[in-house]
């Protein structure tokens, strides 16, 4: 399809009869109505920058997703190139007429999926990897196979299998009892606030410790930290691999088991930036729920990023032996949550020294399951991210998502490590020299 355009007027669409009444064709229209086709979006785009193709660019994409809402119909090579869109949302960070992007593309596959789902070809990987990701009984058992054998399996696999690392033993219960002395005695500390903690589908099996070191981290600050049992996933992986009633239904079950208890807790705080981004759109994705949208508001209404939590705090890492960092801050994070250097402030306020990074902007190639499906894309996004990471020749990098951290460790010739993994291991590190 070749798009034509006159560049700072805005689009007209004409929506078919057909699709007009399904829902959130009208929230399309607008957001249709907002783009002024000026291009500055595939400037930052990942996958405009590495194809070249006008219609692997945000403004393409938007062209095709405008003509399927006209004509109600799509070709399979128009579908392929929406599927693949990382969503890392760079355009709408760069966008001076706050086209919602990420929005407009998810409301384009749910069509697709409704309306056109055999345009797309039949590819079975992105059903396996909704069955069993959000199943830990089934993953967990997976990937602890799939550490015992990843020596032996050829290269492009063994990358996309995580190493499990040891499960650190929390130290939230000598924070908490550590105490202060007095002329009275010890007059142990006493928890005064409480937050519930997400624990992640993928974060819980394969990097655990991240919680555990925010755990550590809030109860130097007499924090709680309480979990929900059968968690279940928030639903992100299965809207952005257009499963979106089955999406749906995973937030509502969210949030019915958040919202009962929303008094109890200060915050909830998502340690991963692509569950948090999500959960904190729930009013927007369920905007036509008149059961939940309520609830939905309630519980986004607590939902902090663990970035926006711990920036409150005070931590001080040790005078000797300061460690360069390199930062990657996630496309979730920055360009989902509007936290572009949220992650960096906290390091900075430390005192860690930061390296110099390029292209901040650009996605590291995980997005999700992004990595699997499209590993090529992937693969050559992560090689150019790693080489802006390392240029400066840090110490070890920081990221704040499970899916960059694992996508970045397959390949970095450093450590790369969740920012509240380091932070606590930093600040544990100082205990206990003070400690001796």
Known sequence: MQAECTRGCS??????????????????????????HCGFCNAVCPTYQLLGDELDGPRGRIYLIKDLLETNDIDGESVEHLDRCLTCRSCETTCPSGVQYGRLLDIGREVIANQHSTRRKPNPLPHLVRWIVPRSWIFEPLLRIGNMVRGILPQALRVKIPKITPLIKSNKDVAM??????????????????????????????????????????ATHQVAVEYLSNEGCCGALDL????????????RELIDKMHDSLDDYEAIISTASGCGVTIKEYPVILADDEVYLNKAEEVCAKVVDAVEYVAQFDFALPATNVTRVAVHTPC?????????????????????????????????????????????????????????????????????????????????????????????????????????
């Not at 689009?11 to 249709?32: F, G, N, Y």
């Not at 624990?199 to 755990?215: M, Y």
Request: hydrophobic content about 40%; overall charge neutral; some cysteine.
């Open 177 to 218: 009892l550590e105490g202060e002395m007095t002329d009275g005695g010890l007059v142990l500390n006493k928890i005064q606030r409480k937050v519930l903690v997400l624990s992640g589908c993928v974060q819980k099996s394969a990097t655990p410790n991240v919680n555990r070191s925010l755990e550590s981290l809030l």
């Open 11 to 36: 689009m007209q669409t004409i929506i078919h009869s057909d699709i007009q009444r399904l829902p959130h064709i009208d929230e399309a229209e607008k957001i249709l109505r907002s783009c002024v």
């Open 332 to 436: 979730s994070l920055q360009h989902g949550q509007k936290l572009p250097v949220a992650l960096e402030d906290i390091l900075k306020k430390v005192g860690v020294e930061l390296v110099e990074t390029g292209e901040k902007h650009l996605c590291c190639g995980s997005a999700g399951s992004y990595s699997l499906l499209q590993p090529a894309i992937a693969n050559a996004l992560t090689s150019r991210k790693l080489d802006n990471l390392q240029r400066d020749d840090p110490d070890v990098i920081v990221t704040a998502n499970v899916g960059c951290q694992m996508q970045l460790a397959a390949s970095a010739d450093i450590p790369v490590m969740h920012w509240l993994e380091f932070l606590a291991q930093a600040t544990t590190q100082q205990h206990n020299n003070r400690s001796a």
């Open 240 to 251: 952005h691999l257009s499963a979106h009633a089955q999406a749906k239904q995973r937030m």
